[in-house]
């Protein structure tokens, strides 16, 4: 079958729909009737947002149209509160393994882009795979996500190949304990596939709500060009049974304001159409420099420091219970300043180079491979030590997942205010081992000057106990354990 026609009958159906949960003229006409809010407006609100509700679109427009410097600072305050209550003070650990650069699809922002005549194409063999996997278990990672281009030759069979092959590689002191997946949307038949291999969070960014500005970046003709496939691709991974989804824009191809506009309706449509169930993640990625691509070193839209900062403070307050990822695109400076406003999620001694583990000790050394450029190239072992110099606990969780806690498992314990009680335990357990198989000295200094102050908070309680006893055992090479 011609690749291109590959979804072509799911494509009519929902073509036939006469409208989708974005309304363009809808968003707009809420922005501007809140282009100038109050600080009583935005007090009202706040005060909503302290109660760990999501919030509705109007209230979410009075955030963004916020220009008042003071209710602006209580706005990254209770953001930071929010996300100390919902997911405590640790921060999750993660890096990226590219599996492909070959891409039938001609993104005009993307270095993998069809046209893209700069880049060397490449799809890993399962060899290659592996020693790729080798080298960041080799480095502390637990976690990864597997990124595809669109192609003919990284189809769901291969994918699910590659994810058992991630999976299977074990070392004296470790293994990737959950992978996830940023990929092309795909049919409910093929997630089922996925689900069964075990993959992680199914990650899919819409890159942006706006339906004319879509059109615009992503060529007609191309799979990427049908706006409503990739739209209602989580509906079908909730249909297939696969529950932690994770949602995206690319911050730069469109007014900021309405693409925060647009991952809130987003949530609210899936919310309303899987029992409460909203994303399990929201990435925020902001366009960074690609090779051979012009459109990425001047996008029209660029977001400015400032409004980035906002804009992560307001995802945290409309939408509580949702992990945020902020990416290693980001240089380490504006990681710093916006980790505290809710970021739950960050990736460290990343390489987004095709086989890039392998061929380059640090970031952008591969240009001929990379899909764009990334602004924060330290490596782990920095990264960690840096969020304990902040206060923060490095965690290399990964146990709600493997203990089922996912979709609307997760969003019970997450709503009910327990994900600490989970949480800070994992993370004291895997920030222990990282600290005693990986760690440099000063790092494991500072680790552990945070393990003391975390174990503090349970002293006291009945947990306290279990979590002097499962330290203990870690000294002792035990590894794995989880609450
Ligand atoms: N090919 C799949 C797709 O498009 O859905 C997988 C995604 S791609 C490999 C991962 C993400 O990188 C894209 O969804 C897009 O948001 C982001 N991206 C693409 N070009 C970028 C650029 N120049 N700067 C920053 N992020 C970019
Ligand atoms: Fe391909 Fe994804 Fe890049 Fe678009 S963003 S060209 S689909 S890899």
């Given amino acids: 079958m011609n690749f291109l026609k590959k979804y072509k009958k799911e494509f009519e159906e929902y073509d036939k729909l006469d409208h989708d949960f974005i309304d363009d003229e809808k968003i707009w006409a809420q922005l501007n009737k809140w282009e100038n809010p109050s600080k009583q407006d935005v007090r009202r609100v706040l005060k909503k947002a302290e109660q760990c509700v999501r919030l509705e679109p109007e209230e979410t ?14 706005m990254y305050e209770l953001a930071h509160q929010l996300k100390e209550g919902v997911y405590g003070d640790r921060i999750v ?5 590219y599996i492909s650069d070959e891409c039938a699809n001609n993104c005009l922002y993307c270095g993998f882009r069809s046209s893209n005549k700069a880049i060397q194409r490449k799809t890993l063999t399962m060899d290659e ?7 960041m278990i080799g480095e502390g990672q637990k976690r990864t996500v597997l990124v595809y281009g669109e192609s003919p030759k990284t189809e769901v069979d291969f994918m699910c190949e590659t994810i058992k092959k991630v999976y299977s590689v074990k070392t004296e002191h470790g293994e990737i304990r959950r992978a996830n997946i940023n990929c092309a949307p795909l049919t409910v038949d093929e997630l089922k596939k996925l689900k069964d291999v075990g993959i992680g969070t199914f990650q899919v960014f819409q890159e942006t709500y706006h339906h004319d500005t879509y059109r615009r970046v992503h060529p007609q003709g191309t799979i990427k060009g049908h706006y409503r496939w990739r739209l209602y691709c989580m509906d079908r991974a909730q249909q297939a049974g696969v529950d932690d989804n994770g949602l995206g824009v690319l911050f730069g191809l469109y007014d900021w304001r309405f693409e925060v506009m647009g991952l809130l309706y ?4 899936l919310e309303e159409t899987f029992n409460g169930v909203g994303p399990h993640t929201i990435s925020f990625p902001r366009i960074t420099p690609a090779t051979g691509t012009p459109f990425s070193e001047h996008p029209e839209y660029a ?8 804009l992560v403070a307001v995802l945290r307050l409309s939408v509580p219970y949702t992990g945020m990822i902020c990416t290693a695109r980001e240089p380490s400076r504006v990681r710093k300043e916006v980790i505290p406003f809710g970021v739950s999620q960050i990736d460290a001694g990343t390489r987004i180079g095709v086989g890039a583990y392998v061929k380059s000790e640090s970031a952008n050394a591969l240009p001929e491979h990379e899909q764009f450029s990334i602004g924060d190239d330290r490596s782990l072992d920095g990264v960690v030590k840096e969020i304990c110099d902040m206060g923060f606990i ?3 969780c990964t146990a709600c997942y493997r203990a089922g806690r996912t979709g609307e498992q997760f969003m019970k314990v997450a709503k009910s205010r327990f994900v600490h009680n989970y949480c800070i335990p994992n993370a004291i357990f895997t920030l222990k081992e990282y600290l005693l198989d990986y760690a440099s000295d000063e790092t494991r200094q500072k680790g552990e000057k945070i393990l003391r102050s975390h174990m503090e908070q349970f002293k006291g309680e009945p947990v306290y106990s279990k979590l002097l006893e499962n330290l203990s055992r870690i000294e002792n090479g035990e590894r794995d354990l989880r609450l």
């Avoid at 650990?93 to 393994?97: E, H």
């Avoid at 977001?303 to 906002?310: G, M, N, T």
Wanted: proline share 5%.
């Fill in 394 to 396: 490095p965690s290399f």
């Fill in 93 to 97: 650990f993660f890096a990226p393994l």
């Fill in 303 to 310: 977001v400015s420091d400032a409004d980035f900062k906002k």
């Fill in 61 to 74: 427009a009075i955030l963004i149209q916020n220009r008042d410097e003071g209710t602006i600072q209580e």
């Fill in 129 to 135: 795979i592996e020693q790729e996997v080798r080298i």
């Fill in 266 to 269: 987003h949530t609210i449509h």
